[in-house]
């Protein structure tokens, strides 16, 4: 399973598991945005993301971010990210398709990615992200 | 519970210095013996956290619906000198001004024939969910004016009745709004939300007046057992998540280059004097009166279909009051007998100003600000009344909620939405949302009995028990 939802008493506590930063980093925007928009698939929306951050945790925090903003500011519904990292710097090419309510509604609105419990971590060969969003 | 964490009187704990490194000043929480087993570890750490803070006055606070949230823990609340303190979003959340206001009607519940219909109407009026959107079409210019004008800028335009700004806290518009320091992401997401409930806790719920505890004060607020009420919860959606966000980021680095230590990042926070800490409470006091305007609208719809529906006046329909419960406000309080300036967090609690405070309605001057505190989906909610105890304990402030005791994962698991619904119409009380998933994590059961923890507040004294109402249909998000 590409992510798993920890106990959490008020929000939603994802933790990811990738093969690379880049893999883990993409597997997080889809559960994200899988989270808001069910059912979505990658049709004629394309949107690029840029950032660069102080460092991984903070590159973490503002890719998500900035997600759902475009989602939300969009209307979109978001379901394939191709990401590259290099150091603190990320660029993502997301894609997706316009929200319809018949087809993505019924998810379950993200208010934002917290610093508290936001960790990134190895474990053998795999790259794991862990991070709480307010719902 | 964790190291030194101990008793002081029936309903009053104390979290000592030291429980965790840096800590400035004591944590309290006000618990009973019976919500204390639901206390998470998470949460007392994060009390522990808030109270490392410069400039936190007495005690890191929190109240008896205390869960693990981000940042400040959910039910707390904690005061910063306004020239040594700081400022911090960790302490309001994303969802800025998420409040609650309770309108009465002039209807008595046997008049709600109809009830599914009641229900299937304002489901139609009022959008909700991911991704609905308002009939209100905003220019930026509008949608700059409401976030200076809040409730007023939407009354003025046709949403609601003058009285109903006198009956939001702040007049339903804080002072020291910056539009300036909301970004142009944050404008672009809220523009087309305004008048949308949003999805999660969100809800708006059909009530009946179940019973007067304190007649008196229930009169006052214009409220009456077997009356019908109307309960409207919701924030700020994506401005405010926006506003978090963007200055979550500049306060990081505040935080670094005012040389502030902290346990948490989510902490963030910047001196309240300094550029940064002013563009945050600027752009934050916006974002709250974008909410309070979002309210107005949806009070507007709610009306309107009442109001057909069952052929009643809609001025006949007057705010009991509106409040928020994620906000950081400048305000004046004694400590130590001396009158101090100072900011107050509240992430998940509500103000409980009591008698002979400042920015109380015309008339209830002398009794205190209405506190309205909403159950989760089926069980009761309560209007309660402000006190001079919370002035003196608590920085007039009191619980927000039930306060969640289950996740939203193990709800899920646990029930099913339709059980849910079901059980829920054989009670009486028709439920419609956008999906049978968002009834379970709503569950009743995932919540603290909402009894429980106003028993507590009222027992506490830092409000005091006016009304109870049940909920007959719901909406939610």
């Known amino acids: 399973m590409p992510y798993e939802i920890l106990e959490h008493t008020a929000d939603l506590r994802f933790r990811v598991t990738g093969r690379s930063l880049a893999d883990a980093f993409a597997e997080a925007a889809m559960a994200v945005c899988g989270t808001m928009a069910p059912n979505c698939t990658p049709g004629e929306v394309e949107r690029r993301v840029e950032l660069e951050a102080e460092d991984t945790e903070e590159l973490l925090a503002d890719f998500l971010s900035e997600l759902l903003y475009l989602a939300d500011a969009g209307s979109l519904a978001l379901c394939s990210f191709s990401v590259k990292i290099e150091g603190n710097r990320l660029t993502a090419l997301c894609r997706g398709e316009p929200f319809r309510r018949e087809k993505h509604g019924g998810g379950e609105e993200i208010k934002g990615i917290s610093y508290s419990g936001l960790s990134i971590y190895r474990q053998g060969a795999s790259y794991i992200l862990e991070f709480i969003a307010d719902v | ?477």
């Open chain 2, 1 to 477: 519970m964790g190291d030194g964490v101990r008793k002081i009187t029936e309903y009053e704990w104390e979290v000592p210095v030291g429980f965790t490194p840096g800590m400035r000043v004591p944590g309290r929480f006000f618990l009973s013996e019976g919500l204390k087993k639901s206390l998470e570890p998470g949460a007392i750490q994060q009390l522990a956290n808030v109270a490392t803070m410069p400039g936190i006055v007495k005690y890191s606070l929190a109240m008896p619906d205390i869960h693990w949230g981000y940042g400040f823990p959910i039910g707390g609340v904690a005061a910063f000198d306004i020239s040594t303190g700081v400022i911090s979003p960790g302490g309001v959340g994303f969802d800025i001004n998420c409040g609650v206001r309770l309108l009465s009607t002039p209807l008595r519940v046997e008049d709600l024939r109809n009830r599914r219909e009641l229900v299937e109407r304002l489901y139609e009026a009022v959008p909700t969910g991911v991704g609905s959107k308002a009939a209100l079409r905003l220019s930026n210019r509008e949608l700059e004016e409401m976030m200076v004008a809040g409730s007023r800028w939407a009354v003025e335009h046709g949403y609601g009745l003058p009285g109903d700004i006198a009956r939001c806290e702040e007049q339903g518009a804080m002072r020291g709004a910056d539009p300036a320091s909301v970004s142009q992401k944050a404008r672009q997401r809220g523009l087309p939300q305004s008048g949308t409930l949003g999805s999660g806790n969100h809800f708006l719920e059909v009530q009946e007046v179940k019973e007067v505890y304190d007649a008196r004060t229930a009169s006052l607020f214009g409220v009456t057992k077997g009356q019908v009420t109307v309960m409207i919860h919701c924030g700020s959606r994506g401005l405010g998540h926006q506003v978090c966000t963007d200055h979550l980021r500049t306060l990081e680095a505040a935080t670094k280059k005012y040389g502030i230590v902290l346990p948490d990042r989510q902490l963030a926070c910047a001196p309240i004097v300094s550029p940064e800490g002013k563009a945050y409470y600027g752009a934050m006091a916006a974002a709250a009166n974008y909410a309070w305007a979002n309210r107005q609208v949806i009070t507007d719809l709610t009306r309107k279909v009442l109001a057909k529906l069952y052929g009643i006046g809609y001025e006949q329909m007057p705010l009991v009051y509106d409040v928020c419960h994620n906000v950081a406000k400048m305000e004046v309080h004694r400590v130590d007998g001396k009158e101090m300036q100072v900011c107050v967090h509240r992430k998940g609690a509500t103000r409980a100003f009591g008698p002979g405070s400042p920015d109380l309605p015309t008339g209830l001057e002398g009794t205190g600000q209405p506190v309205i505190i909403p159950g989760s989906m089926g069980t009761p909610s309560f209007l309660l009344c402000g006190t001079v105890a919370a002035m003196e304990k608590t920085f007039g402030s009191t619980c927000h909620g039930a306060g969640r005791v289950a996740s939203r994962t193990q709800a899920k698991k646990s029930v099913r939405g339709k059980d849910i619904r079901d059980q829920l119409a054989k009670e009486g009380i028709i439920v419609k949302a956008p999906s049978e998933a968002s009834i379970a994590e709503e569950a009743p059961q995932v919540y603290k009995p909402s009894e429980e923890v106003v028993r507590v507040v009222d027992a506490v004294g830092i409000s005091r028990l006016v009304a109870k109402l049940v909920p007959l249909g719901v909406i939610k998000g």
